[in-house]
């Protein structure tokens, strides 16, 4: 038996940062490392806390990007939430970014 395959949906917010990429090879490398997701999302990339519980978050591009994500099993789809570089506790870090867009009702 094989298993479910998952819808992969981009949120409008995730579009432009993969977009806004000058990099046409870390663009594709981003958007075919989300489209390994189809296949069992949730043994994938790892679970985060705090204000980000019920995400995940998946290295792509050589550890430098994650893309945070949310699985909806009910739905079989998994929603591309943001992505972005890893900068540590600079302000620009895609967590602080993934926080702040949450915070702001920009993604859900």
Not at 35 to 55: F, N
Request: proline share 4%.
């Amino acid at each position: 038996m094989s298993a479910k395959r998952y819808e992969i949906l981009w949120s409008e917010t995730a579009e432009r940062m993969l977009k806004s990429i000058s990099d046409r090879r870390v663009q594709e490398t981003i958007f075919k490392r989300v489209m390994t997701l189809a296949s069992e999302p949730e043994k994938q990339g790892k679970p985060l806390l705090g204000p980000l519980a019920g995400l995940r978050s998946l290295r792509a591009a050589g550890q430098r990007y994650c893309v945070i994500y949310r699985v909806d099993r009910g739905r079989v789809v998994v929603l591309i939430l943001a992505l972005g570089l890893r900068r540590g506790k600079d302000p620009k870090d895609i967590y602080n970014l993934a926080k702040k867009l949450i915070k702001l009702g920009l993604v859900k």
